[in-house]
């Protein structure tokens, strides 16, 4: 369960996840998050780097479970030649598969290189040892022209089992993977594959990066959802869709996105009213700063619940965990692990506001109160938060236009409440929280 002003992954499960991954392991019918190295032995976080992972059997409360890397899978990760040693390890993803769980993690050669490596290490238990098979992508030797070998995500289109990767240099792209063996079908990890998606030249964000893909049966559409923005606090999330797995993925208004499409936005930092007091009168200087770069997240179906949910992370936005970098861009330090319930609205995703905390009931748009709303709106053009704003709402079908509602719990209030989430004709997602007739 999402808990800020607590540091201790041994008390909070969800801090200091970055770049979460979910699974849901048949064999244990535990949920899985394996996410980022983290350095942070003060908060109960192993000073041994080798991907940390969390388990769940609710998708609301996760214990905090070690890293699951062999030693040698480490030090043959960590293996830069005549470079220095790899730091930390990036971005896993793990899926059970052929009776076999493969993990894909990236190893770079320096923070901010283009040159790197996604390695598929495999174990016979979801808590590992990993040992790592072989390279599914190297982008080694490389310049920034090229794509960023980080960021493996693994679609499956029938029986043919794809890669998915890449970052802010030369953009996203999918290769086919062997799928007894998961590594490249071509037997060549160098081969970069198709390019789907890229950074419009005018665009004034670093991105895309962090990509995925799942396909929905209900509305026969691949969406790939990616992130721009700064890491630390203009980080975001948007998506295209295609008919087929390797493009062409198009936005809402039909752009390519390996072109100048940028896709549909869905989340960016955001801030609601938080009026219950503990976030008001907590006695430290810790205070309410809403939320701030959520990005990097997969997307997944969960068979238990039938339901879509979408995992990322997302930074405290508290004014005390605020640092400037050399450059002025303001870093957000503690970055925890969020769940959302996800939907389709005219065949498009939209997150739930509220990050999930358990049941959700559906409720028919016509049944939605009318009266006072708490709306955010993610406009095209950046701001560095989205505040919401008090809307008094007369008649709901008018005001709100192919949306969601449901019933969940209020993080920001403790509380149950009426929630939506929508598109509006203008091609933005927002959402809304009932507050009062």
């Not at 007369?394 to 939506?420: L, T």
């Amino acid at each position: 369960m999402l808990c800020l002003n607590d540091m201790d992954v041994r008390s909070n499960p969800t801090v200091w996840s970055h770049d979460p991954s979910m699974m849901w392991d048949p064999i244990t019918k535990k949920y899985y998050s394996y996410s980022t190295d983290v350095y942070r032995p003060e908060c109960g976080l192993t000073e041994k780097i080798g991907i940390p992972v969390r388990s769940s059997q609710d998708l609301v409360h996760f214990t905090y479970e070690g890293t699951v890397l062999s030693e040698h899978a480490v030090a043959e990760g960590r293996d830069n030649g005549a470079y220095p040693p790899t730091i930390n390890f990036w971005a896993p993803y793990v899926e059970y598969v052929h009776g076999e769980y493969r993990m894909y993690y990236s190893a770079t050669k320096a923070f901010g290189s283009s040159e790197s490596r996604i390695w598929l290490a495999v174990a016979k238990n979801p808590l590992g040892p990993f040992e790592n098979r072989g390279i599914a992508a190297d982008t080694w030797g490389t310049d920034d022209t090229y794509p960023n070998a980080i960021d493996a995500h693994i679609i499956w289109d029938k029986e043919r089992c794809y890669l998915v990767y890449g970052s802010f240099f030369g953009g996203i792209y999918i290769k086919e993977l062997e799928p007894s063996t998961g590594l490249p079908l071509d037997g060549n990890p160098k081969n970069l594959g198709i390019c789907i998606s890229k950074r419009g030249k005018d665009f004034p964000k670093d991105g895309p990066e962090g990509a995925s893909i799942i396909f929905v049966p209900e509305t026969g559409w691949f969406y790939l959802f990616q992130s721009y923005g700064w890491l630390g606090d203009d980080y975001d999330i948007c998506v295209g869709r295609s008919r087929k797995v390797t493009g062409p993925y198009l936005d809402v208004s039909g752009k390519d996105l390996k072109e100048e499409g940028t896709g549909l936005f869905l989340a960016g930092s955001y801030k609601f009213r938080a009026e219950h007091p503990r976030f008001l009168e907590n006695g430290n200087p810790w205070m309410w700063g809403g939320f701030r770069g959520p990005g990097h997240g997969v997307p997944f179906y969960d068979e238990n619940r039938g339901q879509y949910f979408f995992v990322h992370h997302v930074r405290d936005g508290a004014e005390i965990y605020r640092r400037m970098e050399e450059d002025g861009r303001a870093s957000y330090q503690v970055h925890h692990m969020m769940i959302r319930p996800m939907f389709f609205v005219d065949e498009w995703p939209v997150f739930g506001p509220e990050p999930y905390e358990g049941e959700i009931r559906e409720i028919p748009t016509a049944e939605a109160p009318n009266g006072y709303w708490e709306v955010i709106c993610f406009g095209k053009e950046y701001q560095e938060q989205y505040e919401s704003e008090m809307v008094l709402v007369k008649d709901f079908h008018q005001y709100f236009e192919n949306c969601i509602v449901y019933e969940c719990r209020d993080f920001e209030n403790e509380k149950k409440s009426i929630v939506m989430s929508g598109i509006h004709k203008s091609g933005l997602a927002y959402w809304g929280k009932f507050m009062y007739s």
